[in-house]
């Protein structure tokens, strides 16, 4: 008997009066301004502006969701097409169901808009995201527990999740695959700072070590799981996905080291732009006031010397005055 897991929550929903707060769309949005934040710090840093990345974001969030829901639903259509599902189901989204790949794939489309109409290179934005994407990752996982989803084969661990019965479940205690998941982005995101900080990666490649270190933890952990899913030549759909990703992220990474070392000097043009006006307008403001100081003494010199003058004329003319003086004595 079991006497040490993790409980899994009663209910995935909690009632606000009329309006439903649903745990796995709250984790994914807690997710998606961690990853803002997160990546507005890192842009700002290296030399961007505040507040570029959420205007970004605002093409590549939806994108992200329409194609994470879009790679669920393809690769696990017979849950909502099958005979005796409804099809309406598909598009529930807060009862679970975002593909990862399809959701940086599509996403990252939305970013590329965001970044043409900014005149910002992906690569380097991408790169300033990179982390942020996997501490999100961490946060939307436990999405999964409030739905108790996706958890792995049984066992009696002390850090086994409980599922309680439900349809397509049986009440047990499981491997807690969203809580490794979890774990393992967060240690994907700290690589990446790490060796960004350390090789001073630029030109994508702290995304693509980012796709490539999450894909060696998802390849594992997707095994581990007992949920249906479809299997090629004896091993699930998300395994051969990982596989070939990760292939193609460090394909990405030798070549783009090769072609383009080192990282962007300027990722974000407008920002040098307003750096250049605003020196621009300190050194008119100096010469200003540097103008305005020389003025004044200036005026203060001319004041001076009218003042000596002044009190030259006066003196010389007491004294023509006190020679006078006798004069006029002697013809009295």
């Given at each position: 008997?079991?006497?040490a897991?993790?409980?899994?929550?009663?209910t995935g929903v909690?009632?606000l009066g009329?309006i439903?707060?649903?745990?796995y769309?709250?984790?994914?949005?807690?997710?998606?301004f961690v990853?803002?934040w997160?990546?507005?710090?890192?842009?700002i840093?290296?030399?961007g502006?505040?507040g570029?990345?959420a205007?970004i974001?605002?093409?590549a969030?939806?994108?992200g969701?329409?194609?994470g829901?879009?790679?669920?639903?393809?690769?696990d259509?017979?849950?909502?097409?099958?005979d005796?599902?409804n099809?309406?189901d598909?598009?529930?989204?807060?009862e679970?169901g975002?593909g990862?790949?399809?959701?940086?794939a599509l996403?990252?489309?939305g970013a590329?808009?965001?970044?043409?109409?900014r005149?910002?290179?992906l690569?380097?934005?991408?790169?300033?995201?990179?982390?942020?994407?996997?501490?999100a990752?961490?946060?939307?996982?436990?999405?999964?527990w409030?739905n108790q989803?996706?958890?792995?084969?049984?066992?009696?661990l002390?850090?086994?999740?409980k599922i309680s019965?439900g349809p397509?479940?049986v009440?047990?205690?499981?491997?807690?695959?969203?809580?490794y998941?979890?774990?393992?982005c967060?240690g994907?995101a700290?690589l990446?700072?790490w060796a960004?900080?350390?090789?001073?990666?630029?030109?994508?490649?702290?995304?693509?070590?980012?796709?490539?270190?999450y894909?060696?933890?998802r390849a594992?952990?997707?095994?581990?799981?007992?949920?249906?899913?479809?299997h090629v030549?004896?091993l699930?759909?998300?395994v051969w996905?990982?596989?070939?990703?990760?292939?193609l992220?460090?394909?990405?990474f030798?070549?783009?080291?090769?072609?383009r070392?080192g990282?962007?000097?300027?990722?974000e043009?407008?920002?040098v732009?307003?750096?250049k006006?605003?020196?621009?307008?300190?050194?008119?403001?100096a010469a200003?006031?540097?103008?305005?100081?020389t003025?004044?003494?200036?005026?203060?010199?001319?004041a001076?010397?009218?003042?000596?003058?002044?009190g030259?004329?006066d003196a010389e003319?007491?004294?023509?005055?006190g020679?006078?003086?006798p004069?006029?004595?002697?013809?009295?």
């Open positions: 008997m079991n006497l897991f993790i409980p899994s929550p009663s909690i009632e009329p439903p707060l649903r745990g769309a709250f984790c994914i949005i807690i997710g998606v990853a803002v997160f990546g507005n710090k890192r842009w840093a290296r030399g502006r505040a570029t990345v205007d974001a605002v093409w969030v939806p994108f969701l329409v194609g829901r879009l790679y669920h639903v393809v690769t259509y017979q849950l909502y097409f099958k005796g599902e099809w309406v598909a598009f529930k989204i807060w679970g975002l990862i790949w399809g959701a940086i996403g990252a489309v590329w808009i965001g970044c043409r109409r005149g910002i290179p690569p380097a934005w991408a790169d300033a995201l990179a982390p942020g994407i996997a501490l990752q961490a946060i939307g996982r436990w999405g999964n409030f989803e996706l958890y792995g084969k049984q066992t009696d002390p850090w086994a999740v019965e397509n479940r009440a047990d205690t499981y491997h807690p695959t969203f809580l998941e979890s774990l393992w967060i994907v700290l990446v700072v960004d900080r350390r090789f001073k990666l630029g030109h994508g490649r702290a995304f693509a070590l980012y796709v490539a270190a894909c060696t933890g594992w952990i997707e095994y581990m799981r007992v949920d249906e899913a479809h030549l004896g699930r759909l998300n996905t990982a596989i070939i990703v990760f292939v992220a460090v394909t990405y030798v070549i783009s080291a090769k072609l070392p990282r962007e000097e300027i990722v043009p407008a920002a732009d307003l750096s006006d605003s020196s621009s307008d300190d050194s008119e403001s200003s006031a540097e103008a305005s100081d003025a004044e003494a200036s005026e203060t010199a001319d001076a010397d009218t003042s000596e003058a002044s030259t004329a003319a007491k004294e023509s005055e020679d006078d003086a004069q006029t004595a002697d013809k009295s």
